[in-house]
T-cell receptor, first 114, second 113 residues
Framework: ETGVTQSPTHLIKTRGQQVTLRCSSQ?????VSWYQQALGQGPQFIFQ???????GRGNFPPRFSGLQFPNYSSELNVNALELDDSALYLC?????????????FGPGTRLTVT | AQSVTQLGSHVSVSEGALVLLRCNYS??????LFWYVQYPNQGLQLLLK??????LVKGINGFEAEFKKSETSFHLTKPSAHMSDAAEYFC???????????FGAGTRLTVKP
């Protein structure tokens, strides 16, 4: 069973640029959630994708967008990067069905905006 | 909306001592509660979860937590700390029908030899 993988591991961007982060879900999972974890804080929910559509969104501006592909992998895109976007971005996969299924997290992508 | 509060951003114990990490939740409907552990430069690993049923939940690495509805608490305990337990611990809450998981700010556990 393959776990959740994310790429790249680290990324440095300049303010105003755009970035794409990638996530491959765990085998058998059909749902991907993205979280932002600022330094010294808990993860904050950005959005979730299920059946290739956004299925819930946290308090993040529209310049945060995403995609889910038929193989359930996902991308997080951030436009017009700001310094405050510097954080660890975590992807979590789960299996949507009856009841609450736990989310399995990837190792994260550390984004630094200068 | 549901939320969690973790009491104490930093807890320090001696090796072999009891570990107690506190979490209180707020939810207007029955919650699902989770504890995750995060080691430096890594993602989150699920320690244990409470959904329904037995209120005392046992997890990995000797950790357990008890759901107390009357106290709106879900504290994490381990009878005897090990050096390898040093990490950041996060309590999280979710509810059926909601897609997001709400995390606390985290508690950093230090284990002294």
């Amino acid at each position: 069973e393959t776990g959740v993988t994310q790429s790249p591991t680290h990324l440095i961007k300049t303010r105003g640029q755009q970035v794409t982060l990638r996530c491959s879900s765990q085998s058998g999972h059909n749902t991907v959630s993205w979280y932002q974890q600022a330094l010294g804080q808990g993860p904050q929910f950005i959005f979730q994708y299920y059946r290739e559509e956004e299925n819930g969104r946290g308090n993040f501006p529209p310049r945060f967008s995403g995609l889910q592909f038929p193989n359930y992998s996902s991308e997080l895109n951030v436009n017009a990067l700001e310094l405050d976007d510097s954080a660890l971005y975590l992807c979590a996969s789960s299996l949507t069905g009856q009841g609450m299924n736990e989310q399995y997290f990837g190792p994260g992508t550390r984004l630094t905006v200068t | 909306a549901q939320s969690v509060t973790q009491l104490g951003s930093h807890v320090s114990v001696s090796e072999g001592a009891l570990v107690l990490l506190r979490c209180n939740y707020s939810s207007s409907v029955p919650p699902y509660l989770f504890w995750y552990v995060q080691y430096p430069n890594q993602g989150l690993q699920l320690l244990l979860k409470y959904t329904t049923g037995a209120t005392l939940v046992k997890g990995i690495n000797g950790f357990e937590a008890e759901f107390k509805k009357s106290e709106t608490s879900f504290h994490l305990t381990k009878p005897s700390a090990h050096m390898s337990d040093a990490a950041e611990y996060f309590c999280a809450v979710s509810v059926l029908g909601h897609n997001d998981m709400r995390f606390g700010a985290g508690t950093r556990l230090t284990v002294k030899p």
